[in-house]
């Protein structure tokens, strides 16, 4: 992969990532609608009485962040190498 395009790729996962987060951190339609997919009707069934989305068996909003923060990782990751890439072939 050439660095320009490795630092095109990596800022444009890093913006969605990040843009995906905020938009989540103050709707919560994008953790809702991921919970919704994956349980399917058993999303925000109540257990012992208690409403939430721990009917599915593990929490999105957790799970959501995990997948958010991998991306803005490799986007980061693709950033960095994309600039080792470019000072290596100016040495050369």
Not at 6 to 14: D, F, H, N, Q
Not at 55 to 71: E, K, Q
Request: aromatic letters at 8%; glycine letters at 8%.
């Amino acid at each position: 992969m050439k660095a320009k395009q490795k630092r095109t790729t990596g800022l444009i996962l890093m913006t969605v990532a990040f843009f995906i987060w905020i938009v989540d951190r103050f709707s919560h339609i994008v953790s809702t609608t991921m919970g919704q997919m994956i349980c399917g009707d058993t999303y925000m069934k109540a257990v012992d009485g208690v409403v939430g989305d721990c009917s599915c068996g593990f929490n999105t909003d957790m799970h959501l962040a995990f997948v958010l923060v991998t991306v803005m990782v490799l986007g980061f990751i693709l950033i960095i190498s994309s600039k080792r890439s470019l000072s290596l072939l100016e040495h050369e």
